[in-house]
């Protein structure tokens, strides 16, 4: 019995104080990072660390306590806060205090990490999530807020994340631009007070600015040195990140979804998730953040991350809405001819009362139109099979144009003003996702096609209109819920077509990169990057995006932009991504048109390397005449470089260009690919064999003085 007495009380004495020491701190870690949170003797949150892995456990009693993790509004900060809410009673302020946490592991790579939080004098609970992707030091965050009051209480600000930094500087480096202009990186020093990246423009909520960021600690980053913490949030509508600087030079990053016009009112019991928000922590650069978020995208989040990619050839650049059976059937040809897995039909093939000639009209009356299509879908589809390709088709199913059949019966459906004169975007409206009697038409407007036509193999969604005119017929009192709900409505439509088509590959489009985020990518498996298809644009746009996505979800299309850019220049740029054409090969010499098919079949062979290996960016072109990026597999035996002459000078010294990411111990053969019929290749040491040691220290001369040239070169490892 008195045995039994002691080991009572040693196993109640030994879980009190293990459960003293778990309440004490909370350490949220991926192989190189650790997030430490600590309860203050006040019972709240705090965070007291982030940043370079802690190895050793006693240490962390001496952490400083810094800043609370999910500060209030209505409480002692003055500085902006993750969390406003208005009670049943009026009263404005939240006090959260640490109540427990969970630690679960998901897999041997991923735990999940649960700290709940309740106000002491209302019954408030925020519940903050945080998921580690151990191997690719990715932290995955989301909150949950709910309520047991009588009635709901109104959510002012309810951000997915509050971070807090304490460094000497910090350099904060955005993306932003607008139509065929996406994704400029400009980074600027942050000084006290806020600035904030955001958008209000609801569906193509991208266009001028994007939902990353990159913020450099202390100095700044570059590819390969430096500290940065990268983050973007998953949330295809109105975003918002705010870094505020305090008094004592302190940093908050808030990050969640612009709470701008959205006070949402959560009933009893109803849980607030907010969308996910993800980051990681890089001790050597931009360089390894990006690589860092491409693994984790591969195989976590993007749909079908982990499976191979079509190239195709879309007609909108070579037919816009001009053509008919006979032209398309041409470009089914040329798509043969080029050894493109896909034959991709764009705008312009749909509605009879208001036959879609134009952007003006059509919009929303998905038939196709008997005069440009008299055989229908289902003879493209056919013909596409005898010829041995697939056949995709472009939709843009949440819009509408006010001339068009749908606008006609179902004003009731469309996001508009009642007692005002509609403005146009692009001479449409959109349609009102919160509505479920509108999820179910856009969900139609895929299931019907895929119902008649079974042989799609591939759709692109578009997306031309942010939301005007705000104001939903749905709603009604409920209009500051029309942005939230707005994107829920369009992830339960996609949710619905993922669970009955789950082998469908989709591209997200909006008028270029105008939805570029990682929750719409769960059902994407790729996004059109830009409308501009210029060669010099795209390798701005390219190297701005690669920041954050890898380049298996970013398309790139060979078009006639820039036509002082060869063939073989266009192409070299677009074979860094995810391969396509925008072209009819009547554009193209005999010369230009063999170049392709071979590029194709070097494309294929690649497709490993580029897709699915670590891209390292060697040469910048902002600030430089040249640039260069590279792809090296998982393997290290096969890798390929790309290099670009923009505008050199003409007394210029040119560097060699050193390569990354190869084993120092290998011997490479060197070999430049993708040249024109007939051309030798003038790269010194061409298929020369080579020590990864070489490659890396010394360099190749891959770089020459002439304007506008491109060279590819395959790199294969011997034994
Ligand atoms: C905008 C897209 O970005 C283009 O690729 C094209 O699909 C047009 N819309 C069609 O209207």
Redesign the pocket.
């Known amino acids: 019995m008195k045995g039994k007495i002691i080991f009572l009380t040693c196993f109640l004495l030994i879980s009190y104080l293990v459960k003293a020491e778990n309440k004490q701190v909370i350490k949220i870690s991926t192989n190189d990072i650790d997030l430490i949170y600590k309860v203050g003797d006040n019972g709240r949150l705090y965070q007291s660390y982030l940043g370079k892995k802690l190895h050793h456990p006693s240490d962390l009693a001496y952490l400083p306590q810094e800043a609370e993790a999910y500060l209030t509004h209505g409480m002692e900060d003055y500085f902006e806060p993750a969390i406003h809410v208005v009670h049943n009673d009026g009263n404005p302020s939240l006090l959260l205090k640490y109540i427990s946490h969970t630690e679960n592991s998901i897999s041997p790579e991923i735990s999940e990490t649960v700290i709940t939080l309740q106000d002491d004098k209302y019954p408030v609970t925020v519940k903050l999530h945080y998921i580690a992707y151990t191997k690719e030091n990715i932290i995955k965050t989301f909150t949950e807020i709910s309520h047991q009051e009588k009635k709901p209480i109104e959510l002012q600000k309810y951000a997915s994340s509050m971070l807090h930094l304490n460094h000497s500087q910090y350099f904060l480096t955005e993306f932003s631009g607008d139509w065929a202009n996406e994704v400029n990186m400009k980074e600027q020093p942050l000084e006290f007070g806020k600035k904030i990246l955001d958008s209000k423009l609801g569906t193509r909520a991208n266009m001028l600015c994007s939902p990353f960021f990159q913020l450099s600690l202390d100095q700044k980053a570059e590819e390969n040195q430096g500290e940065i913490l990268v983050g973007t949030l998953g949330w295809t509508g109105n975003f918002r990140f705010t870094f505020e600087i305090d008094n004592k030079n302190k940093l908050r990053i808030i990050s969640g979804i612009n709470p701008y016009a959205s006070e949402y009112l959560l009933k009893p019991n109803e849980v607030f998730k907010t969308p996910d928000f993800y980051f990681t922590y890089s001790l050597s650069g931009k360089g390894q953040a990006s690589r860092n978020f491409h693994d984790w995208a591969r195989k976590y989040q993007v749909k079908d991350g982990g499976k191979d990619r079509m190239t195709l050839l879309?007609n909108?650049?070579a037919t816009?809405?001009d053509f008919n059976e006979e032209k398309l059937v041409k470009l089914m040809d040329d798509a043969v001819k080029l050894g493109v897995d896909m034959f991709l039909l764009?705008?312009?093939w749909f509605a009879n009362k208001y036959p879609r000639s134009s952007?003006h009209q059509g919009l929303g009356d998905w038939e196709e139109t008997a005069d440009k299509l008299p055989n229908g879908i289902g003879y493209l589809t056919e013909t596409a099979k005898k010829k041995g390709i697939k056949f995709g088709i472009?939709i843009?199913p949440e819009m509408v144009n006010p001339k068009s059949e749908l606008y006609e019966k179902h004003k009731d459906w469309v996001i508009h003003l009642p007692n005002r004169e509609e403005y146009y975007f692009?001479n449409q409206l959109v349609l009102d996702l919160s509505n479920p009697k509108v999820q179910d038409y856009v969900f139609n407007v895929v299931d019907n096609l895929m119902t008649k036509y079974p042989d799609i193999a591939f759709f692109?969604w578009?997306c031309?209109s942010p939301i005007t005119n705000i104001y939903s017929p749905y709603l009604k009192d409920k209009q500051s819920h029309l942005y939230i709900d707005y994107v829920r409505g369009l992830y339960n439509v996609l949710d619905r077509i993922k669970a009955k088509y789950p082998n469908l590959p989709m591209m997200l489009?909006?008028?270029?990169g105008?939805r570029s985020d990682y929750e719409a990518l769960k059902y994407f498996t790729e996004f059109?990057i830009?409308?501009n298809t210029d060669p010099i644009e795209r390798l701005f746009i390219q190297w701005g995006y690669s920041q954050i996505f890898p380049a298996k979800v970013m398309c790139a299309h060979v078009t006639t932009w820039n036509k002082n850019t060869s063939i073989k220049f266009r192409t070299d740029v677009a074979m860094m991504c995810k391969l396509g054409f925008?072209i009819k090969l009547t554009d193209m010499s005999k010369n230009d048109e063999s170049y392709c098919e071979q590029a194709v079949k070097n494309y294929n062979r690649l497709k490993p390397v580029i897709l699915d290996g670590d891209m390292f960016r060697l040469v910048s072109p902002y600030g430089n005449n040249h640039t260069s990026t590279m792809y090296v597999d998982k393997a290290q035996q096969n890798a390929v470089v790309f290099a670009f002459d923009i505008h050199p000078r003409y007394a210029e010294k040119t560097l060699p260009v050193r390569l990354q990411g190869l084993d120092p111990d290998k011997m490479y053969r060197i070999k430049e690919i993708n040249l024109m019929p007939g051309a030798n290749s003038s790269l010194p040491n061409n298929e020369k064999l080579f020590s990864g040691e070489f490659l890396m220290n010394v360099g190749l001369d891959l770089f020459t003085k002439q304007q506008l040239n491109s060279r590819i070169v395959e790199i294969t490892a011997e034994d």
């Open positions: 879309n909108w650049e816009y809405f764009d705008d312009g952007d472009w843009e692009r692109k578009d031309n489009c909006s008028g270029g105008g059109w830009s409308d925008d």
